[in-house]
């Protein structure tokens, strides 16, 4: 790897990245509190700062924290003061859009967004998408980053959502609405499966992915989310990490 790597924010998009970068070069990751570094450290096996200060050194950093504008706004701000020019800030996002993030970080030519998905050492797929400025050197760094990875990259229109979400979302939320005609998720999940291929159900995924986190994403590209999917989200049952959404865990 040709990059001195950075990644702020370790959830599980951060924490993935960088077990996966590891083994190919320097990697530090920055959270925001001595309890969260120690988890981090446990999971990444990589350096863990607390001060975005100790980035400054990085040539390249990835910004996964949470998918809400009050949250990577003054992370990406903050970033751009910190880092020299040259430096490369890629953003995880995965419906917001590029132009603004870019704004935020204050850099133009040197940023790109880079779409992994969860769980990131398994998924192959990378989008990648710049604004109309970013510069062909940003370009060939992060597709270079990727492929050390081992990643297949796709080069998608910088627009809400990209290919994969404005695509899948709707599906999902189809798959929600379902419920209004009797059936479970578990059936809805089975005709996905063992009729169409699929690996997951929708219903799974949702779950899987949080349903918080659905209903966002669906809001930035203007797929509505379903009332069903809303009222579980305001219960706190939001999927996998609350131990129920569709399913119990």
């Given at each position: 790897m040709n990059e001195r790597l950075g990644i702020a924010g370790c959830g599980a998009i951060g924490s993935g990245l960088a077990r996966a970068a590891a083994p190919h070069g320097d990697v530090v990751v920055c959270v925001r509190s001595d309890e969260s570094a120690a988890r981090a450290a446990e999971e990444t096996g990589v350096r863990v700062v607390t001060d975005l200060e100790e980035l400054a050194d990085r040539t390249m950093v990835i910004e996964a924290v949470a998918e809400q504008r009050s949250v990577k706004a003054p992370l990406l701000a903050k970033l751009g003061e910190v880092l020299p020019e040259g430096a490369?800030?890629?953003s995880t996002t995965s419906s917001l859009g590029i132009d603004e993030l870019a704004h935020w970080a204050g850099r133009v030519t040197h940023f790109g967004v880079l779409h992994v998905f969860n769980p990131v050492e398994k998924m192959k797929l990378v989008e990648l998408a710049y604004p109309d400025t970013a510069s062909y050197e940003t370009r060939a760094r992060l597709r270079a980053f990727c492929d050390t990875l081992g990643k297949t990259t796709v080069e998608v229109p910088a627009i809400p959502g990209f290919v994969v979400n404005r695509l899948l979302f709707p599906y999902l939320f189809a798959a929600v609405r379902m419920l209004d005609y009797g059936l479970?998720?578990?059936a809805i999940d089975n005709c996905m499966r063992y009729g169409a291929g699929h690996p997951m159900g929708p219903m799974a995924l949702l779950d899987f992915v949080g349903l918080d986190?659905?209903?966002?994403?669906?809001t930035e590209i203007g797929a509505e989310p379903p009332p069903r999917l809303l009222e579980l989200v305001e219960q706190g049952h939001l999927g996998r990490k609350?131990?129920?959404?569709?399913?119990?865990?």
């Open positions: 490369v800030i890629a479970d998720a578990k986190v659905a209903a966002a994403i669906g609350t131990g129920r959404g569709f399913y119990e865990y």
